[in-house]
């Protein structure tokens, strides 16, 4: 079977759900509280392991607490195998807001995958081909 190679952003957000997307100056009660691991590459990478196909997954990740929740993620989907840490970095962080409608507002801290070289993905090369 062929690999699918996905290069991508793996992170730790926290969801705070209905309530209101504060304005500037202002703050706001959400009623909900959810973290997890994820981002849009490893979402992807995900769902196609999910789907049975077999997927390298490229990411970096710091050497935090955030990188130990991340690297559960990616061996319960079995795509663990090129993620790099990066020492001194910390794990790209998300803050998603959303509304009673389902309108949202994101915020990013990219950490670890900052500082992905070109090193890194020409040492994934062989998954990319």
Known sequence: ???????????????LK???IPKKNE???FKTLHTEAGGKGV??????????KNVSFLTSLGDD???AECLKFLKAYGIYENAIIKKGAKTDYGV???DN????CVSLYTGASAK???ADVENFRKEIE
């Open 27 to 29: 703050s706001q009660v």
């Open 65 to 67: 607490d955030n990188a």
């Open 101 to 104: 409608d389902g309108g949202n």
């Open 43 to 52: 979402n992807a990478a995900a769902a196609l392991s999910k789907l049975g």
């Open 96 to 98: 998603i807001l959303v």
């Open 1 to 15: 079977m062929k690999k699918i190679a996905v290069i991508g952003i793996c992170g730790y957000s926290v969801f």
């Open 18 to 20: 209905g309530g209101t």
């Open 116 to 118: 992905t070289s070109a």
